[in-house]
């Protein structure tokens, strides 16, 4: 009985991880992973569902994803790629690459005005105080912070990895790979919530 039930959960487990191998793929070595572009839309189609002001977000075709911002009538274009993720107990800090300078859209006039003006005299950067605490800029790099709990898929696929760890991200042609200190495989997943994640099951 018991080995029916050992047979059982294996194919199972099987199952799993074949419907997850289209949108995880892993790497000679196992200390990288990659996110296909598949994983990756629908990880961007999870945040434009969930952040009010971000109106689309997709995979750049050569490198990192473009956002599109719309806030109080202005819409901004971030150009942006990930380049690494540092995990911790209660929070997640994260280091962005601006591939190019934000670009700024309205229809108003006086918020046109605005713009450039902000472009001319504070030379498109932003002053101090404009910003979250959570998120701070350094020439083309911006860097964040997040609680823990709001980013469920990191937490499914790397709880292993121990407090203070860093992810090396990558982003090119719409897939993401994730460089780690120590080797992974999926023991290391919990499947079951990734699945829930995907909407696969």
Same mark, same amino acid.
């Given at each position: 009985?018991?080995?029916?039930?050992?047979?059982?959960?294996?194919?199972?487990?099987?199952?799993?991880?074949?419907?997850?191998?289209?949108?995880?793929?892993?790497?000679?070595?196992?200390?990288?992973?990659? $996110?296909?572009?598949?994983?990756? %839309? +629908?990880?961007?189609? &999870?945040? /434009?569902?969930?952040?009010?002001?971000?109106?689309? #977000?997709?995979?750049?075709?050569?490198?990192?994803?473009?956002?599109?911002?719309?806030?109080?009538?202005?819409?901004?274009?971030?150009?942006?790629?990930?380049?690494?993720?540092?995990?911790?107990?209660?929070? $997640?800090?994260?280091?962005?690459? %601006? +591939?190019?300078?934000? &670009?700024? /859209?309205?229809?108003?006039?006086?918020?046109?005005? #605005?713009?450039?003006?902000?472009?001319?005299?504070?030379?498109?950067?932003?002053?101090?105080?404009?910003?979250?605490?959570?998120?701070?800029?350094?020439?083309?790099?911006?860097?964040?912070?997040?609680?823990?709990?709001?980013?469920?898929?990191?937490?499914?696929?790397?709880?292993?990895? /121990?407090?203070?760890?860093?992810?090396?991200?990558? #982003?090119?042609?719409?897939?993401?790979?994730?460089?780690?200190?120590?080797?992974?495989?999926?023991?290391?997943?919990?499947?079951?919530?990734?699945?829930?994640?995907?909407?696969?099951?």
């Amino acid at each position: 009985m018991f080995g029916k039930i050992t047979a059982t959960f294996q194919k199972s487990r099987e199952f799993l991880i074949r419907s997850l191998e289209e949108y995880i793929m892993f790497s000679s070595g196992a200390k990288q992973l990659t $996110l296909t572009r598949k994983m990756v %839309l +629908l990880l961007c189609q &999870q945040a /434009e569902s969930r952040v009010e002001q971000l109106k689309s #977000l997709e995979p750049h075709s050569e490198e990192g994803l473009i956002a599109t911002i719309e806030y109080k009538k202005i819409q901004v274009q971030l150009h942006f790629t990930p380049e690494k993720i540092t995990l911790h107990k209660d929070c $997640l800090e994260g280091e962005l690459r %601006l +591939l190019k300078p934000p &670009q700024f /859209e309205t229809e108003s006039i006086v918020y046109r005005y #605005l713009i450039a003006g902000w472009a001319t005299f504070l030379g498109g950067k932003l002053p101090n105080g404009a910003l979250p605490k959570e998120v701070k800029i350094e020439n083309n790099k911006v860097y964040y912070t997040l609680p823990g709990n709001q980013l469920q898929l990191l937490d499914d696929l790397f709880s292993s990895l /121990e407090n203070g760890s860093a992810l090396i991200t990558n #982003l090119k042609q719409g897939n993401l790979t994730i460089e780690t200190s120590v080797a992974l495989n999926w023991n290391n997943f919990k499947l079951q919530n990734l699945l829930q994640l995907l909407n696969l099951k």
